[in-house]
């Protein structure tokens, strides 16, 4: 676990459980003798709710935050396929709040199947009350129209909480990993394993920051590889320093972070969030076909594909103990089939 003061400094601050904690780390060895690498998974896909996910360990916190303010509705925006915004409902259908969720057109190709299927169709399953809003790069005006809801909903009589997305609101689900790093840690310690990388999704941040102060704040030094899936690096890169900033600062080690400590790759990123290329299909089909394991086209398929980009460009070495986080998404799987068909055994 972290040492007591980055505990201590997670601790102040509200939440409730939610997830199936610890989730395991397993060995991938097939797919790792493929890459030339010693590879382990931490399986954040196992976190339970609702399919699980990433999202749910920084949900603990945006949730428990929304309790402690005696909230009654949930308010959050994502893309169309988002797993934030499934596990959101999850969490507060779980805890008796209603739930609206704003869906972003950040896709500009999607089809029906993507409109209805996957997380749409959880979000549905879960009674999500769903808004559309046209625009799919505009933080701060996805966030703007959450506030406007709220504000209706206000003046219903509701107490609405807003899960924001932007840059200028407190990193608050980033403390989830924060928590995660040291669990990480203690796992990896527990087995013997010395890791040489870490590498894991690098999108709104929070999931790369919190590792990131996780590991620093106890001590480790085991470089953090975040991949894109949102942003080219030279915009990510600034938003993962951030970050990583506020999180350290909000458990009481401010400084922590260095700029060397930030470590961004775009090399799979093109054409752009949530698009398949040919670099995400493979790593998606060697992971099925190796290890049965199911990866996502958005996120867990991207940060594979960023993996094995890092490997065969050697700035992973060869040999290397490499930690993937897997943090799910396998809902979105059935609201990409037809983007996947060229990866997909033929049908009968």
């Not at 690096?233 to 009481?252: C, D, K, N, P």
Request: charged share 20%; proline share 5%; hydrophobic share 45%.
């Amino acid at each position: 676990m972290p040492r007591p003061s980055a505990l201590a400094g997670v601790d102040a601050f509200p939440r409730v459980r939610l997830g199936h904690l610890p989730t395991p780390l397993e060995p991938a060895p097939q797919l790792g003798a493929a890459l030339g690498v010693d590879l382990w998974i931490k399986r954040d896909d196992c976190t339970g709710l609702a399919f699980g996910g990433n999202k749910v360990r920084q949900l603990e916190f945006y949730l428990g935050e929304a309790q402690a303010q005696g909230a009654d509705t949930v308010l959050i925006t994502g893309a169309v396929q988002s797993n934030f915004v499934r596990v959101a409902a999850a969490g507060a259908r779980a805890l008796g709040m209603d739930i609206h969720i704003q869906l972003e057109e950040r896709v500009d190709d999607g089809d029906a199947l993507y409109r209805l299927s996957g997380n749409v169709l959880l979000d549905r399953l879960l009674g999500a009350r769903l808004h559309s809003f046209p625009v799919g790069e505009d933080e701060a005006a996805a966030d703007a129209a959450l506030e406007r809801l709220a504000r209706s909903l206000e003046r219903e009589g509701r107490r609405p909480y807003v899960v924001h997305l932007g840059i200028d609101h407190a990193p608050i689900g980033g403390l989830g990993y924060v928590l995660a790093a040291g669990e990480v840690m203690e796992q990896a310690r527990s087995r013997g394993i010395a890791l040489d990388a870490l590498v894991c999704a690098s999108g709104s941040a929070l999931t790369h920051a919190g590792i990131l102060v996780g590991m620093r704040s106890s001590g480790e030094t085991v470089p953090v590889h975040g991949i894109c899936v949102r942003r080219v690096a030279s915009r990510q890169r600034a938003r993962v320093e951030r970050r990583a900033t506020e999180l350290a600062a909000m458990i009481g080690r401010a400084g922590l972070i260095r700029d060397h400590d930030v470590d961004v790759c775009d090399a799979v990123h093109a054409p752009g969030y949530g698009k398949v290329n040919e670099a995400v299909g493979e790593a998606m089909s060697m992971a099925a076909r190796l290890e049965g394991l199911l990866l996502d086209p958005v996120y867990t398929g991207k940060v594979m594909a960023g993996l094995v980009a890092q490997v065969r460009s050697g700035r992973i070495e060869a040999g290397s103990r490499v930690l993937f986080v897997h943090s799910g998404g396998t809902p979105a799987l059935f609201g990409y089939a037809h983007r996947l068909e060229p990866w997909l055994s033929p049908a009968p």
